[in-house]
């Protein structure tokens, strides 16, 4: 099973940036699209952006949409999450994850691999 380990979050003012990195171990990674979610204080898990196997497609938030960009590197094991003009309505604890299908369903629950998150707080 392939583990992935979160890093790069921080305090950021508004309007900031932050760059998020995801390590996976195992050459099995590449075989997953990799997802991001975040989670708020007292909210529910929420999706933020996936993108598939060979990195040609890519899915959004709305919210989000525009702001970050996730991309990954399957020759290193690794993906990111580049967050641009941040707000602080994007604090949360941030997760990467994997799922064996090519486009899933955005729920938390069909998702696995699950990292121990990154912290991301957003200062006004």
């Known amino acids: 099973q392939v583990q992935l380990v979160e890093s790069g979050g921080g305090l950021v003012q508004a309007g900031g940036s932050l760059r998020l990195s995801c390590a996976a171990s195992?050459?099995?990674?590449?075989?997953?699209?990799m997802g991001w979610f975040r989670q708020a204080p007292g909210k529910e898990r929420e999706f933020v952006a996936f993108?598939?196997?060979?990195?040609?497609?890519?899915f959004y938030l709305d919210s989000v949409r525009g702001r970050f960009t996730i991309s990954r590197d399957n020759a290193k094991n690794t993906g990111s999450l580049q967050m641009n003009s941040l707000k602080p309505e994007d604090a949360a604890v941030y997760y990467c994850?994997?799922?064996?299908?090519?486009?899933?369903?955005?729920?938390?629950?069909?998702?696995?691999?699950w990292g121990q998150g990154t912290q991301v707080t957003v200062s006004s």
């Open positions: 195992g050459r099995a990674f590449r075989t997953y699209t």
């Open positions: 994850a994997l799922n064996p299908s090519t486009f899933p369903s955005i729920s938390p629950n069909s998702w696995g691999s």
């Open positions: 993108i598939t196997r060979n990195g040609d497609s890519t």
